[in-house]
Structures are given as C-alpha cells and as structure tokens.
C-alpha cells in the first residue's frame, strides 16, 4: 500500500523479531531512496517511529501480543493476520473498549472477497446445505483459512440450523470429509501455483449454486488495506470486516 500511495501514506518504520536489525527497512524491501525507514526488532522500540497506524500481516502466535501493545499505545491496528481464537478476538475487542481505541482486523482485504462473504451470507437463507472449499498456496501455515472461518461464521448468524450431510460420517481416511463448523464442512487446499481462492457450494434439490473468488495477484489485498489505513482512525471500536469501512 506505500508503493501505489506514496502520496497519502507515510511508512515510518517495521517491526520483525528475527529481522535484519544492521538493515533498514529500505534496504530489506528493496524500497529505493527508502533506506532511512527503520526496521525494529523490538516491539518498545517501535514507538520510536511515532506510527498513528500499525498493519499487521504476522503470524497468529504473534498477532495478539501486537495488537494488545498497538491498543494500549494507542496505535491504531490494520490487522491482516488470521489465525486470532474466538476468545482472544473478543479480549481484545474489550481491551479497546478500554482503551477507548479503534481498529480493524480484516480476515480477507480483497473486495472479491468482501462481496463473496456478502453474497454467501444471502444465498444460505435459501440453501441452508452449503460447503466451503477454500485453496491457498502451500506455504499458507494456518487451516481453515480466516475467509473460510469468517465467511462460516457470517453464515452461521442467519442460516436454519442443520448437519450437512450424515452427522458422523463412515471416514474410511481420516478428516477426509473436512472441518465442521456448525453443521458446514470446510475443506483446505494447498498447492503451488495458487495464491487465495474460495468456493461457497450450494446444494438443493436438483440444483445448485457456487459462489467462487479469486485472487490471482497478492496487489488483490492492497486497496482494502489503503481503505482501512484511511478510515482506521475514525473507529470507536476493533471491528471485525472490511464492510464496516466500505
Ligand atoms: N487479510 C488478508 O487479506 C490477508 C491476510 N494474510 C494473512 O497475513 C498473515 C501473513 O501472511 P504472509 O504474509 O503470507 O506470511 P509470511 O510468513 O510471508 O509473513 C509473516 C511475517 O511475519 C513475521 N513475523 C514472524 N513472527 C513475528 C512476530 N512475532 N512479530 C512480528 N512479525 C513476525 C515473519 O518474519 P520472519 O519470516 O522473519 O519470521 C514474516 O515476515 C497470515 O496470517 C495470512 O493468513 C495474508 C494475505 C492477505
Ligand atoms: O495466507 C494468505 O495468503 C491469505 N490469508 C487470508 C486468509 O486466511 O483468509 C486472506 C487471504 O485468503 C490470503
């Protein structure tokens, strides 16, 4: 996002535990005429930098404490990170009522994305028998992707309650009918070559209906992300999805 808005956004620093400390920020992303950008490998020392916003595409283990620290230093968080529990979600959620901080954590930028959660969530008032298939490239360390727990989730809230498909199933190899999240099997890709696609899969009698979304190109992320640095200071609240700023 500081590539294509050099203009609006200002990177002040980076914050990566086992980077590079001898290495600027510039010179580690390659960013020409950027090599004055400090690069932290401590998350105190970051203050240093004077952030207003903090975005956050860490690791799951590492995405709470982060995010705790930005609230209660009153940084604003942009949170890409998936992986975050039900309960630490809801922690820091009250943390920020605390706080009396904004923030955001977005479990998919792409606005395909946002409108395939969107357009989901409408058909299973309709075909409460659904499946996710969601693919990802194989370096992806976390399963089910955050979509797919997101896109459940949004489904979860206005679907006829219902076990897709026999409630204990005859596995012959084990998992192979996939996650169930309230009675909604999802199932994970991983593969070289891809880079983040889901398929939301109706079924009902004797039709059906897939809702399928790509991205092809990790550029797919970036204007959501300009959108939540842009509104993130607004925020009353950590809300959870992109829709709440679209
Ligand atoms: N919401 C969205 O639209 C998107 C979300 N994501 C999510 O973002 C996250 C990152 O994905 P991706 O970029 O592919 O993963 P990568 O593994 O490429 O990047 C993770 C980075 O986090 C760094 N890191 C590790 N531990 C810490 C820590 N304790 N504090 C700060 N930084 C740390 C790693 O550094 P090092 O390598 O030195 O360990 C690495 O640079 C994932 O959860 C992914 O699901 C990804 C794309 C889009
Ligand atoms: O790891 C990724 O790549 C992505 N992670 C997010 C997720 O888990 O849903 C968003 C997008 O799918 C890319």
Same mark, same amino acid.
């Given at each position: 996002m500081v590539l294509a808005h050099p203009d609006e956004f200002e990177l002040v620093g980076g914050f990566d535990?086992?980077? *590079? *400390?001898? @290495?600027s920020l510039g010179q580690q992303l390659q960013l @020409?005429?950027?090599? +004055?950008i400090p690069a932290f490998t401590d998350r105190q020392a970051?203050? @240093? +930098?004077?952030?207003?916003v903090w975005v956050d595409f860490t690791t799951p283990d590492a995405v709470f404490d982060n995010v705790k620290f930005c609230l209660t230093q009153h940084i604003y968080p942009v949170v890409g990170t998936t992986g975050l529990s039900d309960d630490a979600t809801k922690t820091l959620v009250t943390l920020a009522q605390q706080e009396k901080m904004g923030g955001l954590i977005v479990p998919n930028f792409a606005l395909s994305a946002v409108l395939m959660m969107k357009f989901a969530q409408e058909a299973v008032k309709y075909f409460p028998d659904v499946e996710i298939i969601e693919l990802h490239h194989?370096?992806? @360390?976390?399963?089910?992707s955050g979509t797919a727990l997101r896109t459940a989730e949004m489904m979860a809230e206005v679907r006829h309650p219902k076990q897709q498909g026999p409630a204990d199933p005859k596995e012959?190899? /084990?998992?192979?009918r996939g996650g169930d999240y309230q009675g909604m099997r999802i199932h994970s890709v991983r593969l070289p070559g891809l880079i983040a696609h889901q398929q939301v899969q109706f079924g009902g009698v004797g039709e059906g209906l897939t809702i399928r979304q790509d991205?092809?190109?990790?550029?797919?992320?970036m204007t959501g992300v300009a959108v939540a640095i842009r509104k993130?200071? /607004?925020?009353t609240q950590l809300l959870i999805g992109l829709e709440n700023v679209l």
């Open positions: 535990p086992s980077g *590079a *400390a001898d @290495q @020409q005429a950027a090599e +004055a970051t203050l @240093q +930098a004077k952030a207003d194989d370096d992806k @360390q976390d399963a089910p012959y190899l /084990a998992g192979v991205s092809y190109d990790r550029a797919s992320f993130v200071k /607004a925020q």
